[in-house]
């Protein structure tokens, strides 16, 4: 049991990400949620009266950060936590039907893209793909769709901004719109996080997270998350996490929840930083184009700027061919070669040389994942590396 007597409604995310998830105000109780490792607990009643059975079920070190995290989202209960960011979109796409309709952006994270292409062909449902940016063509091919599907058989799943493309949504338009025809709401808020924006503000029915990237935010853990305010779809949830078994251990759990506690600084820092390096590299000479919704002249700038509380930490480039890309990657000294995103160093990939990436993805494109490092160290290591590509 957490605490549960402070005025969570009134509190900044700031705060939240520092108050919420701790132990009980007692005399000598400690002031970090203690990480429990058993695999069964000692039962004193029955299953149905809400003991703990087995940890597969639960664990008491789930409960704080899946309280934080729910309150962050603004969601009115818990969320769940899952061994990894694609077993949380396994379990949200459990919940369509088989033979239902699933309508993803096409430039959305290749993990999910790729499962969602795997259940396709086992004939578990349709997927259609959309430029999730076009809301008048999103919203056409869901009044499509809608009129040959079952009733409660379409899923709009939602990315904004998308990765790596960085192209911004309009998701309470859509999710209006979805909504009206009976479909139910996905949004992935891995690059945002609630620091930047909630969907469910904008109605969303469920709220996924790849917990691996900015809320844990060290690199150091693989855990996912799902938030949702509505008692029926949490509960079907439940039952996939523990029916398929994707729980997250005890320990990375913990982690992620000490993470959580400097989410707020980590996001302010690599937002401030990603700002600078964005607006400085549209000038580079080696660059031929900059994504980054905090540019004046990028396509999103407008609708994130709106919507959300920043422009995110991560800045996408484009390179005159795919031979200087690499050779940027390999130029770097500051900068950490390596995929996933969101930890507090600094990391760059040419995003093309992952399989799964889908192919409109252009060859010569280089996402920056920024960290929380000095903006000027990480300038001059690019700057540096940018100028070694044009002199070769």
Not at 115 to 144: N, P, Y
């Amino acid at each position: 049991m957490t605490e549960q007597n402070l005025p969570y409604g009134d509190l900044a995310p700031d705060t939240l990400v520092v108050a919420t998830g701790r132990p009980p105000r007692e005399h000598d109780a400690p002031v970090n949620a203690p990480i429990v490792l058993s695999s069964t607990f000692h039962e004193t009643r029955t299953p149905e009266a809400g003991d703990r059975i087995y940890a597969r079920g639960s664990n008491p070190t789930w409960d704080p950060f899946e309280e934080a995290l729910g309150l962050l989202e603004g969601a009115g209960l818990p969320a769940l936590v899952f061994g990894s960011g694609l077993g949380a979109a396994a379990a949200a796409l459990s919940l369509v039907p088989t033979g239902g309709v699933v309508v993803m952006p096409r430039h959305g994270y290749a993990g999910s893209l790729s499962l969602a292409a795997d259940l396709e062909a086992q004939g578990r449902f349709e997927l259609h793909l959309v430029d999730i940016a076009d809301t008048e063509s999103v919203l056409s091919q869901l009044e499509a769709l809608a009129a040959r599907a079952d009733a409660g058989s379409l899923m709009l799943w939602l990315e904004s901004p998308t990765n790596p493309m960085l192209e911004v949504a309009e998701p309470a338009t859509l999710t209006k719109a979805a909504h009206a025809v009976g479909a139910l709401v996905v949004a992935d808020n891995t690059f945002n996080t609630p620091i930047v924006h909630r969907p469910l503000d904008d109605g969303v029915d469920v709220v996924l997270h790849s917990v691996t990237k900015w809320l844990a935010g060290h690199s150091d853990v693989v855990l996912g998350a799902l938030v949702t305010n509505d008692p029926k779809l949490r509960e079907r949830l439940l039952s996939h996490r523990t029916l398929h078994g994707a729980i997250a251990g005890p320990f990375e759990v913990w982690l992620a929840l000490r993470g959580l506690r400097t989410l707020a600084l980590r996001m302010g820092r690599s937002q401030e930083n990603a700002a600078t390096l964005a607006h400085r590299l549209a000038g580079h000479p080696a660059v031929r184009r900059v994504r980054y919704p905090g540019l004046p002249t990028d396509p999103g700038h407008e609708r994130a700027a709106a919507q959300f509380n920043g422009f995110g930490g991560i800045i996408s480039i484009e390179l005159d061919d795919v031979a200087t890309a690499d050779a940027l990657v390999a130029a770097v000294r500051l900068w950490l070669p390596a995929t996933s995103l969101g930890g507090v160093e600094s990391l760059i990939e040419r995003r093309r040389r992952q399989p799964a990436e889908p192919a409109t993805v252009p060859e010569e494109l280089v996402r920056l994942s920024v960290g929380i490092e000095n903006v000027d160290d990480l300038w001059a290591d690019l700057d540096r590396a940018l100028r070694g590509t044009r002199a070769s």
